[in-house]
């Protein structure tokens, strides 16, 4: 299906656990972004990618990793998570036309046990 | 980026027209105005975009005063499908990036 997908929708790990949540779209817009939304802080960026193998850090960038091999995937890896993340996360993407619509996925719950 | 300002919660009746205000007081000459929408368990959505006047889709209006230190979302006649997170953002449009607030909590009721 053409758009923005996530996986896995809901995941539940422990502390210290690596976690991989995956974002693919289909439009092969440049820029991809991840989101992490917690009550009391509304969307807050994690990393940002303006095209394959160029990424950048965002606002909330630490115990994060992302990767972008390939320019309709944006994996988002916690390589050892902490119960401080726990969150919903988003991925969006946008194609740079001088205007900012991002266009976001489903998003993941994630929860840190 | 400019910062805003949005009220926390609006309440609302199904048939009303509902106006958010946003203050963006220092809003810079390269910023444009962006409104998302957001359900619960979902992305935002875009909704609207302006630099300045008027801007009027089929989903809402976009009012932007001439110093551009406010705007106002506009959606006619509500419904309870409407009940949402509204987010204002001003960014400059030369730059990928956006910086959400916490939004304006829009409860619609019967």
């Known amino acids: 299906d053409a758009g923005i997908t996530q996986s896995p929708r809901y995941k539940i790990t422990e502390t210290g656990r690596q976690v991989t949540l995956m974002c693919h779209q289909t439009w092969s817009h440049s820029y991809m972004f991840w989101y992490r939304q917690d009550l009391g802080h509304g969307l807050r960026l994690i990393y940002y990618s303006a095209a394959a193998d160029i990424t950048d850090k965002g606002e909330v960038p630490d115990g994060y990793v992302v990767s972008r091999s390939k320019t309709e995937n944006f994996p988002l890896t916690l390589e050892s998570a902490t119960r401080s993340q726990t969150s919903v996360y988003f991925c969006?993407?946008?194609?740079?036309?001088?205007?900012?619509?991002?266009?976001f996925g489903p998003g993941t719950r994630l929860l840190v046990l | 980026l400019a910062k805003t300002t949005q009220p926390i919660s609006m309440d609302s009746y199904e048939g009303q027209e509902v106006n958010i205000t946003c203050s963006h007081n220092n809003i810079a000459t390269n910023d444009y105005i962006t409104w998302y929408q957001q359900f619960p368990s979902q992305g935002p959505r875009f909704i609207i975009q302006g630099y300045k006047t008027k801007v009027t889709n089929e989903v809402a209006s976009l009012f932007i005063p001439a110093d551009r230190k406010s705007s106002t979302l506009s959606l006619p006649r509500v419904s309870l499908s409407d009940t949402a997170v509204y987010y204002c953002l001003v960014g400059d449009t030369r730059y990928s990036t956006l910086t959400f607030g916490k939004g304006t909590m829009l409860l619609v009721s019967p």
């Open positions: 969006a993407s946008s194609d740079w036309q001088g205007r900012k619509t991002q266009y």
